[in-house]
């Protein structure tokens, strides 16, 4: 904040007094006037000869303008006691009271229908939604069956099923194996669904080792799975969600020799 | 000091009532201020009609805005003052509107011979002034242009139009100093 004489200097007062000062300014000026007594005298002295200046060149009005303004004063006040008892303006006040209730039913009606629109719309961008994700499923459903149709069709694909053992009563698996093609796929629509917390994962016994051939993605019924070269058997088990590094050997549901 | 400390007292039980919207106390104001006011007003728009109209609705708007006058702020006459150069400007603004769209010859003839029939003199400690410091306090306080339209208006520029307000405003204090000082002297003397 600039101090008192730069304010003095500045012009800052003459401004105020003349309600020319902008309006950012006004606040902070008028601070300073409150806290700076000495400043507040200044002013004072700057209002007051301006008012002697103003006195001093006074221009007598007419005696009617008094006159006017008073009768225009209590003119009002008239007006403001008699509204209730005069019809006109009454009844205006109805038709004005009126278009704003109409006004106010419009808006609100339009302001629902807009409200209900939205939420259609939402309503249909959900539902769209839920068909693309519906058709990425058909998408995937009719690639994994492709596969499966190729691969099933390929002579030199060998089939294993793999039998579920009490962990998993009644389910099992098929495995495809074609190792010309390098590839393998399992249909793993006939193994029970699991809680969220754990996983179907696939290995490979390569010379007594556990080889990960991937987590099972049950949303899918036939998963492609890593080929590895040299496996002697095929193996399933349960691992905890996300699937494991090592193989958890208690928790083998089903295997097959190949 | 007596007496004007009893003066300042009376004037804040008046604003107090015109406040309260006692009619006697906006006469009494009126009967103060109303050719202070008139003076400024007349000056601004050189149109006695016109300036008898706005004189009216300046103290109509003060009355209707009394609550808003708040005297920590500053004395009544300058509130008085700055709604009854605004609502000048303002007519002469719609005047000038008017006029760009009427037929700007007719209208621009009539305002200056206006400006020549209502030319009032300036009196009192302002007539005292060096003229251009004289004409510097009427431009910005009688004539109601901003700091940068009166700099144009004289000829000079912002900086020394600013520092001819401020030793103007310095001259005016000393010449009512050195009449108060003689006024005292006279009482002394009578007394």
Redesign the interface.
């Known amino acids: 904040m600039k101090d008192r004489n730069t304010i003095i200097?500045s012009?800052m007062l003459?401004?105020y007094?003349?309600?020319?000062l902008p309006d950012e300014q006004v606040a902070a000026l008028?601070k300073m006037?409150?806290d700076d007594a000495e400043l507040a005298q200044k002013?004072?002295?700057?209002?007051?000869?301006?008012?002697?200046?103003?006195?001093?060149?006074?221009?007598?009005?007419?005696n009617f303008?008094?006159e006017?303004?008073?009768e225009?004063?209590r003119q009002e006040y008239t007006d403001v006691k008699e509204l209730p008892k005069e019809a006109t303006p009454q009844t205006f006040l109805w038709i004005a009271a009126s278009l704003v209730a109409l006004f106010m039913i419009t808006s609100l009606w339009m302001f629902t229908q807009w409200n209900n629109t939205k939420e259609d719309l939402q309503v249909t961008q959900k539902e769209l939604n839920n068909i693309k994700s519906q058709i990425q499923n058909l998408q995937g459903d009719l690639e994994s069956s492709r596969l499966l149709a190729a691969i099933v069709e390929d002579p030199n694909t060998l089939q294993y099923a793999m039998k579920g053992n009490a962990k998993i009563p009644g389910g099992f698996a098929t495995a495809y194996i074609n190792h010309e093609a390098k590839s393998a796929i399992v249909n793993v629509q006939k193994l029970p669904e699991l809680p969220a917390d754990k996983t179907y994962q696939m290995w490979a016994d390569v010379e007594g080792e556990m080889i990960n051939m991937g987590v099972i993605d049950k949303s899918k019924n036939v998963v492609v799975m890593n080929y590895i070269d040299e496996a002697t058997s095929l193996n399933i088990t349960i691992e905890p969600r996300g699937g494991s590094d090592h193989a958890t050997v208690e928790q083998l549901v089903t295997n097959v020799y190949l | 000091m007596r007496r004007f400390i009893s003066k300042v007292k009376d004037d804040s039980i008046l604003i107090e009532r015109f406040q309260n919207r006692d009619e006697t106390a906006l006469s009494k104001l009126y009967d103060k201020y109303s050719g202070a006011i008139y003076g400024v007003i007349i000056r601004m728009c050189r149109n006695e009609e016109a300036a008898q109209e706005i004189l009216q609705e300046t103290f109509i708007k003060a009355w209707n805005k009394s609550h808003l006058y708040d005297a920590t702020k500053g004395k009544i006459y300058t509130w008085l003052y700055r709604i009854a150069r605004n609502t000048t400007l303002n007519f002469l603004r719609k005047k000038d509107k008017l006029i760009q769209m009427e037929d700007l010859s007719v209208y621009k003839d009539e305002g200056e011979k206006e400006h020549d029939d209502l030319h009032i003199e300036l009196k009192g400690a302002l007539a005292k002034l060096d003229a251009h410091h004289q004409k510097a306090l009427k431009l910005i306080y009688f004539n109601g242009l901003t700091h940068r339209e009166a700099h144009e208006e004289m000829g000079v520029p912002l900086g020394t139009f600013k520092s001819y307000v401020r030793q103007a405003i310095k001259k005016l204090r000393e010449v009512y100093a050195q009449e108060l000082l003689l006024l005292i002297c006279i009482l002394e003397l009578l007394t």
């Open positions: 200097e012009g003459e401004m007094l003349l309600g020319l008028e006037l409150a002013y004072a002295e700057i209002e007051q000869d301006f008012e002697n200046v103003s006195l001093e060149n006074a221009v007598q009005p007419p303008i008094k006017d303004l008073f225009s004063i």
